[in-house]
Each structure stands twice: as C-alpha cells, then as structure tokens.
C-alpha cells in the first residue's frame, strides 16, 4: 500500500488579495510546507531550548562562554565564505517595511543595502506579509512606482547601478503565521517569510548579479544559526541553484547569542557574510533574561544606555573583532532619529548626535551601520567614507587590543544612570502609542522624533515589569508600582485623547494598546515577547 500525499499547505481565515496569486501559487505553498515539514519539530525544540536556558539564568544570575564549543573558538584557521561583490560594500544600511512607497524609496535612498523587513518593522497582518512580497518581486522586475494619493507625489526607481542590495529579514522563531497551516498547525512566520522569497525570486536575483541575503533575527544559540544553515542547504538544492548561493547576516540582539558569536558564524560559515549589533533588542533581552537578577541588572531609562555604557562597548567591540577575526562585516547600530520637517534645532542637535555615534563605530572598526531615514543617510555615508576611503570595507582591521571577559558582557552595575520617573512615563507613551499603531498594521512608528519598531516596544514594556519587580524608588520619591503604572498611563490615553481628538481617538485602538501595555508589563508571568499576545488581537 502506498504511502499517502502529504497534505497540502491550508490558506485559513484571510480575505483575498489583489495579486496574491502570484505570490501564492501551488509551487511556492509547496516549498513552504516542505520546510515546515522538515524543519518545524526541530524549531520546537529550540524553543524549548530557550526556556530550559532562561531557567539556568534565573538560577545562576551569570552567563559565560561556552566550555563544549572551546575548539572551535580556539581554532584559528577557518573563515566565513568569502563575500559577493554586491555586498562588499555595506557602509550605509537603511532599514525598514517592505510596503509599495518604501521599497521604492529604500532602494533609491543612496544607501549600499536596504534591509527589507518583514519582522520588526512590520506588523504581520496577511495584507503586510503577502503585499511585501509582491514589492519586492515587482522591484527585481522595474513593475513598480508609487503615486501618494494624498500629496499627488509619483515614486519611481532609479536605474539598477544606482539602487540599493536588498537583505531580507524574516520573522524571528518564535511567531507563527496563523492564515497558513498544515494538518491543522500554523506554520513558522520564518518559513513563510524566507520560503515565499527564497522560492520567488533566488533565481532572478542572480540574474541580476545579486543573490538570496538574509537578515536573521533573535537568534539565541548557535544551535538556532545550525537549522538556519540547514534550511539553506535544503532550499538552495530544492530550486536548483548552487551551494553558497545564499548569505546571512545575523543579528546579535540577544544576550546569550553575544556568548556564542563564534559559533554562531562557524555553523553558517558556507553562508554567512557577517554580524550586527542590534542595540535595541539587545537591551530587551537583557532585561528579559536576567529579570530575577536583583539590582545589579536593573536598567536606568533607554535613553541614558549608550554605546559609550562599558557592557555595551564591550559587545560592540568583541562584535567587531569576531567578524574580521573570521572574515566576516560588522554592522553597527541604529540611528533612529527622524529629521523634523518643523524644528531645525531638534535636526541640528540630533544630527550632531548621529554623527558622532556613526563616527565612533567608524573608527571602532565597523565595516558599516544602520540608519532609519533617507535623510540621514549622507550623514552615515560621511563618517565611514573618512575612515574608509575608497575600500569597501576595513576588515583587515583585526582589532587584536580588544579582549573582553565574560562578565564584562553583563556588567550593567557599572552604569551611574538610575531610573527616572520621566523614563516612566516615557516608556508608557512609546508603549501605547507603538502598540495602537502596531494594531492597525504599521510597525514602523514615528514617536517623538525617533523611528519605533516592536524592539523598543518590548524595551519599554520590559522596563516598566522590572521596574515594578525591582521595587525602584524614582528621583521624586515615588516608587515603581502597578498602581503607579496604571496611573501614569490613564494619564497618557487623556493626553493622547485630547491632543488627537474625540473623532480620532475612538477610530484608533487606543483603550486596547493601553490594556495591552499594562497586560505585559503587570502580568507576573513575564510574556516572552510583546508580539505574542498582540498578534492574537491582530485583525487581517
């Protein structure tokens, strides 16, 4: 008797779209449940992974590098792959959502890559997750231009030479896509996201010279870099096309992942193309894992954690000694800023600042950084032109003066910024007003001057659990409770109520973000991620 056919990949619960039978075809369905046929059981149980490690931190209060992985960190022969020339030179990155008008202008922003995201600067409605592929399809074919109906502005893209290498983010592990299933279980929004590009358009990005790069995000081991590296191997013999092709960028934006950067680029070594610090998530994580810690991991507000903080110098610098170490980019952080269009002194004040944190990761040795809009990009591109000239990178720059111990990764005492009671409250405006637009399908936010995505949505939420777990006493003698908490943000949705108005305010899902935020950040079982329970409440 035969086996039985596998049974096919399930559309659930989700409206039809204009074009989505492009995107949705029977071939890349296929693909897609193949990966998480094979592949899924094993993301499971790194999951679980992530717990059992969560647990030994709570119990131990340390981390340290790994004593099982020695070998490979000791061995001083091997190399990442070596890098394709559309991506030797990464000195500029932008980063953002892959809706119609941003492809068009991320590719023709003058920066070297864009990072087309689908994770943290998208909320994944199906719209976002099907549409985003259909951008970036339409830009690899020229089928794309944009007309902003509301100012009559028509997008168009520049020519090829001029654009911009795509790198693709995909959702991290832990989010699962509930409109697609098989046998009943949703798949990994990760598989969806990679397979649906990966099967789409691999081979048209090597036709035109570029090739499948990847952005991986919240990785937590090296074990969780091994299933991607798998993943490749499979998908690049699945569609044909040869091994190697495919190149991954990950970002170290977990505590523990900072442990195991090693291993992290020797398990992708036939892929990899190199590593970036991802401050903001970093900075979550931190929280999330060591927040039984006691005092002596409390943060003081986001704000007052700079690069210059002496654990998150620490992790930039063996960042950057790891990759050229090992042949791989070191890619620095954001520059959130975005330039007012009403205040030149805000600009003026701002840049300097963007200009300084680019030149520092310059001179630090980064091969390049991230920025969040177009304007600031000839900022970037200046700090590292002085120090790069006309190399397309500096990774000969060894960076053999940096040695870095495992404590110094999580010496968070050795900041003198306390929490303040203005961090409170800011850390409750960023949280609603990220969260209610998160609701409504953006995920990239301009909040006060600073482009937000869901990373500093989780640190706001976090600060506020530990805060209150911590029982912080603030500047003006209040102490961090839920009371408090729950105070301040009434407070926030008058505000908001009254500077947006009634009509506004009751079309938004303002009562819903403030429940959330006040959900995550009081609950007593802290949730793994913000965009767990959100993404329940996500409509489309």
Not at 60 to 87: G, K, N, Y
Not at 156 to 182: C, F, I, S, Y
Not at 287 to 309: C, E, H, I, Q, S
Request: hydrophobic share 45%.
């Amino acid at each position: 008797m035969s086996a039985p056919a596998p049974s096919p990949l399930a559309i659930v619960d989700a409206e039809p779209l204009p074009r989505q039978e492009e995107v949705l075809t029977e071939a890349a369905l296929a693909f897609v449940a193949e990966l998480h046929r094979r592949f899924t059981p094993r993301r499971d149980e790194l999951l679980a992974r992530r717990a059992e490690r969560r647990a030994e931190i709570a119990r131990t209060s340390t981390l340290d590098f790994l004593p099982e992985t020695a070998a490979i960190r000791a061995d001083d022969s091997w190399r990442v792959a070596a890098c394709p020339p559309a991506l030797q030179d990464r000195r500029v990155e932008i980063t953002g959502p892959t809706d119609r008008k941003m492809t068009i202008n991320a590719l023709n922003s003058g920066a070297k890559i864009w990072l087309a995201d689908f994770e943290d600067a998208s909320a994944p409605t199906w719209e976002n997750v099907v549409l985003g592929q259909i951008n970036l399809a339409d830009a690899y074919t020229r089928n794309i231009d944009f007309t902003d109906s509301k100012s009559g502005k028509s997008y168009a893209l520049k020519a090829n030479d001029e654009l911009a290498t795509v790198v693709m983010r995909p959702r991290g592990w832990h989010l699962n896509e509930r409109h697609l299933q098989v046998d009943g279980e949703q798949v990994p929004g990760a598989f969806v996201d990679f397979g649906l590009y990966f099967f789409h358009n691999a081979q048209r990005l090597l036709d035109l010279g570029k090739g499948p790069y990847f952005y991986l995000p919240k990785t937590e081991s090296h074990l969780e870099a091994r299933l991607w590296n798998d993943v490749f191997v499979f998908a690049q013999d699945y569609v044909g096309i040869p091994q190697g092709t495919v190149r991954a960028t990950v970002l170290i934006e977990t505590i523990t992942a900072a442990y195991e950067m090693e291993e992290i680029l020797y398990e992708l070594r036939d892929h990899a193309s190199g590593l970036n610090a991802g401050r903001w998530d970093y900075l979550f994580s931190i929280v999330k894992n060591f927040r039984d810690g006691g005092a002596k991991f409390v943060l003081p507000d986001r704000n007052a954690v700079t690069m210059t903080a002496p654990f998150m110098r620490a992790y930039t610098e063996l960042l950057v000694r790891t990759c050229h170490k090992r042949g791989a980019h070191a890619i620095g952080g954001m520059a959130a800023f975005i330039p007012s269009r009403r205040d030149a002194e805000v600009n003026k004040v701002a840049f300097e600042k963007v200009r300084a944190d680019k030149d520092r990761e310059a001179g630090d040795g980064f091969d390049g950084s991230w920025v969040a809009h177009p304007d600031l990009v000839p900022i970037a591109m200046e700090s590292f032109d002085k120090v790069l000239g006309d190399k397309p990178n500096q990774k000969d720059r060894l960076r053999e003066d940096v040695h870095v111990e495992a404590a110094d990764l999580i010496a968070v005492d050795s900041l003198d910024a306390k929490p303040t009671y203005p961090g409170l409250i800011n850390a409750v405006q960023v949280g609603i007003r990220y969260i209610e637009a998160w609701l409504r399908g953006l995920g990239a936010v301009a909040i006060f001057n600073l482009m937000e995505d869901a990373a500093t949505a989780e640190i706001s939420r976090s600060q506020i659990w530990q805060w209150i777990n911590a029982g912080v006493e603030f500047e003006n003698g209040e102490h961090a409770t839920p009371e408090l908490a729950r105070k301040v943000a009434a407070e926030e949705l008058a505000n908001i109520r009254a500077e947006i108005g009634e009509e506004a305010f009751a079309a938004g899902h303002w009562q819903q973000a403030h429940d959330l935020l006040l959900e995550v950040s009081l609950d007593e079982d802290y949730a793994d991620f913000l965009t767990l329970p959100a993404y329940e409440q996500l409509r489309g």
